[in-house]
């Protein structure tokens, strides 16, 4: 009989607040209110400035949709969920997700709807590492067993962005959506993985974010950064794994900085 492991609890515990607390998700989720609170406040009149001024802006009004490239970094890891049998175990005392670095590679197509909104699908090639790592019982000196998971991710986000006044050449944006993804490099189905935890290869996310457009006389330049949010479980359980065992379900997350340049 397995026994209960009261530093388990413990371990869980500071896990879940300690990932909660993470900074660039709590920078992000304190940067995105503040972005769009001040879009709203930005009144009507702005165009006031703008006028008997030789702006860039103007030379894109007139069009209804144009391409570009985008160019990203980005940090993935896991959101973990720990089953049942996580407490009760005697070989894990600790499970968690280890955050890892990427980039992305795509193409930008926008569609104007009106004057301030936009509909947008950004096709991408991301390259992102993760990884699931396991702490076995016994303090500092636990073994650590840990499951790298590198993809290469072909996505598909469909965004909606709302566009403040533009001042100058340059106006602030946000952005939601929602993003289909799948892995071409995901192990799932080879006999080499039949021992280890699987992911699956495809995820279905949404999206949220914040930008500024910078309006240059041939393009548009696009900072923006971008929260993922995956919706199902990536998790392939496998009941005779006890790495499997337990987990009972595994999101996956994203935060990326992207650069845009279209026109």
């Known amino acids: 009989m397995r026994t209960f492991n009261a530093w388990n609890m413990l371990y869980l515990l500071r896990n879940e607040i300690t990932r909660s607390l993470t ?17 709203l406040q930005l009144p009507a009149s702005t165009a006031q400035f703008n006028q008997g001024k030789n702006l860039n802006y103007r030379d894109f009004q007139s069009i ?25 175990n005697d070989s894990f005392s600790r499970a ?15 569609l104007r709807i009106g004057e301030f909104f936009d509909l947008r699908f950004l096709p991408t090639l991301s390259f992102v590492e993760r990884n699931i790592r396991y702490t076995a019982p016994g303090a500092d000196n636990g ?4 499951r790298p998971i590198e993809s290469v ?31 071409v490099a995901s192990d799932s189905r080879t006999r080499q993985a039949a021992g ?20 240059f006389p041939y393009f548009i330049f696009s900072p923006e950064f971008k929260i993922s949010q995956g919706l199902n479980n990536v998790l392939i359980y496998n009941d005779k794994l006890e790495q499997s065992n337990v987990l009972e379900k595994v999101l996956s997350r994203t935060f990326t900085i992207s650069l845009h340049f279209e026109g």
Request: some cysteine; charged content about 15%; aromatic content about 18%.
């Open 64 to 88: 209804n949709y144009y391409f570009g490239i985008t160019l990203g970094y980005n940090q993935s890891d896991f959101r973990i969920y720990h089953s049942k049998d996580f407490i009760q």
């Open 23 to 39: 900074l660039l998700h709590g920078a992000a989720r304190f940067v995105l209110p503040v972005c769009l609170a001040f879009m």
């Open 153 to 183: 991710l072909v996505e598909m986000p469909f965004h909606v962005r709302y566009k403040s006044a533009t001042y100058h050449d340059f106006r602030l944006f946000v952005i939601a959506g929602v993003k289909y993804s799948f892995d």
């Open 196 to 215: 280890i935890v699987k992911i699956a290869p495809t995820d279905f996310q949404v999206e949220y974010g914040a930008g500024i457009q910078f309006f």
């Open 143 to 146: 073994r650590i067993i840990q």
């Open 96 to 110: 968690e997700s280890v955050t890892g670095p990427g980039f992305n590679l795509g193409i930008v197509s926008n």
